[in-house]
């Protein structure tokens, strides 16, 4: 079983940061990709970010590159999004997931995962 827990959200003037945490319980986590999603009040879920097993690759939404940078810390079980130069329109509650696998194919949807934290909210003020 794998367990994932977010920390790191709250609410934020535009322009400025943020750092998501994601912990990580179960012996597969460094065997795993990592991804970040959102969800805004009233949308569907989107992909924002993956890294895979080693963190050697990452990918992001075409919307977020430059502004989000996603990490991994394999020896402490976490996965982190950096959040710099935040707009209104990133509000949302903010997802980790573990992947199936190494570095899924369709990591960009949520059948590329099979484990998810409970959200953190991230509130961007104008």
């Known amino acids: 079983q794998v367990q994932l827990v977010e920390s790191g959200g709250g609410l934020v003037q535009a322009g400025g940061s943020l750092r998501l945490s994601c912990a990580v319980s179960g012996r597969t986590f460094s065997s795993r990709a990592m991804g970040w999603f959102r969800q805004a009040p009233g949308n569907e879920r989107e992909f924002v970010a993956v890294i895979s097993w080693s963190g050697s690759t990452t990918n992001y939404a075409d919307s977020l590159k430059g502004r989000f940078t996603v990490s991994r810390d394999n020896a402490k079980s976490t996965v982190f999004l950096q959040m710099n130069n935040l707009k209104p329109e990133d509000t949302a509650v903010y997802y980790c997931?573990?992947?199936?696998?190494?570095?899924?194919?369709?990591?960009?949807?949520?059948?590329?995962?099979?484990?998810w934290g409970q959200g953190t909210q991230v509130t961007v003020s104008s």
């Open positions: 997931a573990a992947g199936r696998g190494r570095f899924p194919l369709n990591y960009d949807g949520d059948q590329g995962y099979d484990y």
